[in-house]
C-alpha cells in the first residue's frame, strides 16, 4: 500500500459526459501528479501540482482539468468524454516539488461508451 | 517522439538467473532515473532509483546501472524469482536547476513484460 487513495477504482461513462476523479497523497506529500496510461501506451504525464499550484504541464487536452485543494487532494476533471479517453488514470505524490521518487496510488479505470 | 524507450516488449527467464532490463534515452537534460514494477489492476511500485552522478545503485536483489556516454541503463535482479514476474517500466526526470520546467515530471518508458519461469 503505497498510501496515495484514488476514487472511483472503475467508472464507466458515455460520450460526452463529464467525470472527476479525486487523489489523496501520501501523508506529509505536497506533490500531485497525473498520469494517463491508455492501451499499448506507457504512462503519460498529465499535470503536477505543489501546494496547490500547478507547477508543469504535459500533454494535458484542454478538456481536462485538475486542481488540487487546501487538504493537498487532487482532483482531475475530464468533460466532453470522447471514445479515446477510456484509459487508466493514476495519481501519484512525492514529498518534495523535483526529484525523488514519486508513490503511485491504484488507479482509476475510466470506460468511456 | 519517445524520449525514454525499452525495445524489449518481453522478457522470459528462469528461476535463479539473471534478469537484464535495458532502457535508452535521448533526453541529456534527464538526470535523474527510476524503475517501477507494475502489477495487473495495481499502480506502480517503485523498486529502485540512480542519480545521473553515480553509475551504479544497488538495493538487495536490484542492482541499477547507468552509461551517461550511451543514454543507457538496465536493471538487474539476481536471483529472478516468480514472484518478480511483472510489468517494469523505466522512467527518467530533469532537474529544474538547468532551467526547466519539469519540475517532478517522470518520462516513462513503453515497460517490459518480465516472466519468470520457476
Known amino acids: 500500500d503505497s498510501g496515495v487513495t484514488q476514487t472511483p477504482k472503475h467508472l464507466i461513462t458515455a460520450t460526452g459526459q463529464r467525470v472527476t476523479l479525486r487523489c489523496s497523497p501520501r501523508s506529509g506529500d505536497l506533490s500531485v501528479y497525473w498520469y494517463q496510461q491508455s492501451l499499448d501506451q506507457g504512462l503519460q504525464f498529465l499535470i503536477q501540482y505543489y501546494n496547490g499550484e500547478e507547477r508543469a504541464k504535459g500533454n494535458i487536452l484542454e478538456r481536462f482539468s485538475a486542481q488540487q485543494f487546501p487538504d493537498l487532494h487532487s482532483e482531475l476533471n475530464l468533460s466532453s468524454l470522447e471514445l479515446g479517453d477510456s484509459a487508466l488514470y493514476f495519481c501519484?505524490?512525492?514529498?518534495?516539488?523535483?526529484?525523488?521518487?514519486?508513490?503511485f496510488g491504484p488507479g482509476t479505470r475510466l470506460t468511456v461508451l | 517522439d519517445q524520449q525514454v524507450k525499452q525495445n524489449s516488449p518481453s522478457l522470459s527467464v528462469q528461476e535463479g538467473r539473471i534478469s537484464i532490463l535495458n532502457c535508452d534515452y535521448t533526453?541529456?537534460?534527464?538526470?535523474?532515473f527510476l524503475w517501477y514494477k507494475k502489477y495487473p489492476a495495481e499502480g506502480p511500485t517503485f523498486l529502485i532509483s540512480i542519480s545521473s552522478i553515480k553509475d551504479k545503485n544497488e538495493d538487495g536483489r536490484f542492482t541499477v546501472f547507468l552509461n551517461k556516454s550511451a543514454k543507457h541503463l538496465s536493471l538487474h535482479i539476481v536471483p529472478s524469482q516468480p514472484g518478480d514476474s511483472a510489468v517494469y517500466f523505466c522512467a527518467a526526470s530533469a532537474d529544474t536547476t538547468h532551467g526547466g520546467t519539469s519540475y517532478g515530471k517522470l518520462t516513462f518508458g513503453q515497460g517490459t513484460i518480465l516472466t519468470v519461469h520457476p
Open positions: 533526453n541529456s537534460m534527464f538526470d535523474y
Open positions: 501519484a505524490s512525492s514529498r518534495d516539488l523535483v526529484g525523488g521518487q514519486q508513490f
